[in-house]
């Protein structure tokens, strides 16, 4: 099978447009162009973040796995609470940075998929 890159995408109105096919981001659609901007900077970089803290957590599970043992709790634990900070420093900034109608779309998408994130966001676990 031989696959090919995608050169263009045809808009709503038919037009062509080169290059790929933009991913789709529910919240950033909704959006000002100057939030939507602050949102992609954010997410980009605070998943950045949680992606290395979970590739430290992968090297304990498998360093433990690999010794036929449990991963150790008091390695784990430092970056659970870490992966915590992560998420909540970068919905701060976000909250920081955006405007306050920009917030509150951030804060109705979160609400509308699952209430447990703003449960979350207000009284984080212990």
Do not use: C
């Not at 100057?34 to 992968?58: G, H, P, Y």
């Amino acid at each position: 099978m031989v696959r090919t890159q995608v050169t263009h995408y045809h808009s709503e109105t038919g037009a062509i447009i080169e290059g790929q096919l933009p991913s789709h981001d529910p919240v950033a659609v909704l959006l000002s162009p100057s939030d939507s901007e602050v949102w992609r900077d954010i997410v980009e970089a605070t998943n950045a973040k949680l992606a290395d803290n979970q590739k430290r957590s992968i090297e304990i599970i498998n360093a433990a796995r690999l010794q036929g043992t449990l991963p150790p709790r008091e390695k784990l634990q430092p970056l659970d609470q870490e992966r915590q900070a992560i998420v909540m420093t970068g919905l701060q900034n976000l909250q920081n940075q955006i405007s306050t109608e920009g917030w509150h779309v951030v804060e109705r998408f979160m609400r509308d998929s699952g209430g447990g994130v703003m449960i979350w966001l207000t009284k984080p676990p212990k």
